[in-house]
C-alpha cells in the first residue's frame, strides 16, 4: 500500500507566474506539480521503466538447514509520498524475489543510499550490507523468543511505559551479557560451544 515515486517529482515552491488569479480557495505552496501522481510499489515495480531496463541480481543471503538462500534483486531511488502527499528525501526501494519460489516477493525501502552514507562501522553503504539488515527477522525473533525464556523479558508485573521500557532494557543487558561471555568463552576445548541458555544457568549457580 506503500505510495510513491521512483523519479524526482516536480515540487511547485510558488505559485507560476501564468497562474489564474480569482476567486475560490487559495492554494497551498509548496505542492506537487499536477504531472507528478504518486504510484503504488508494485505497480512501480511492474510497470516503471527503471525497474524494466534492470537485470536481476542473485544474492546469496544466507545458509539455511534446506541449503543456501539465493534471492534475485532490483533497486531503485525511491521518494516515499508522506501523510501531507509531498515526497521525503531520497531513499532506496529494493525488491527481492526468491529463486526457489518467485510467487515470494518483498520489499524493502532503506533510508540510506549505497555509497553515499557511511554504515556502522564508518564503511560506505553496499547493496550487500542493506539485504544482510533486511533479511535479519529470524535472528530477532529467535533473541525476543530466548529472552522470554530464559532472561524473563515477559515476566513484568508493572503499569506505565516507563516501568515496561526499564525491565525490556535490563532484559536486554542480560541478553547481551550472556551472549559476550558465551563468545569468550567459545574457543575452550573443555567448555564446547556454549549456549545463551547454559551461560544464564550457570550463572544462576553462582548467585
Known amino acids: 500500500s506503500l505510495h510513491g515515486w521512483v523519479r524526482t517529482p516536480q515540487v511547485l515552491r510558488q505559485a507560476p507566474p501564468n497562474a489564474r488569479k480569482g476567486g475560490g480557495r487559495k492554494k497551498k505552496y509548496p505542492r506537487l506539480a499536477r504531472k507528478s501522481p504518486s504510484c503504488e510499489v508494485q505497480n512501480l515495480v511492474k510497470y516503471s521503466l527503471v525497474f524494466q531496463r534492470q537485470e536481476w541480481q542473485r544474492f546469496h ?24 502527499g509531498m515526497p521525503s528525501q531520497a ?10 519460489k ?12 549505497p555509497g553515499e552514507d557511511a554504515g556502522p562501522d564508518g564503511e560506505p553503504v553496499t547493496l ?31 503499569r506505565g ?11 536486554a543487558l542480560s541478553h547481551l551479557f550472556c551472549a559476550r561471555v558465551r563468545q569468550k568463552y567459545a574457543a575452550t576445548p573443555e567448555l564446547g560451544k556454549l549456549t545463551v541458555e547454559q551461560v544464564r544457568r550457570a550463572m544462576t549457580l553462582c548467585r
Do not use: T
Open 91 to 100: 531513499s532506496l526501494l529494493i525488491v527481492a524475489r526468491n529463486v526457489m
Open 102 to 113: 518467485a510467487d515470494e516477493v518483498k520489499y524493502f525501502v532503506a533510508n540510506q543510499l
Open 61 to 84: 543471503i544466507k545458509d539455511s538447514e534446506k541449503g543456501p538462500v539465493v534471492w534475485e534483486v532490483k533497486k531503485a531511488r525511491f521518494y516515499r509520498k508522506q501523510s501531507d
Open 128 to 158: 550487500n550490507w542493506l539485504l544482510w539488515v533486511a533479511f535479519r527477522r529470524w535472528p530477532v525473533e529467535r533473541l525476543f523468543r530466548v529472552a522470554k525464556n530464559e532472561l524473563g523479558m515477559d515476566h513484568y508485573e508493572v
Open 161 to 171: 511505559w516507563r516501568c515496561v521500557h526499564r525491565h525490556l532494557y535490563v532484559s
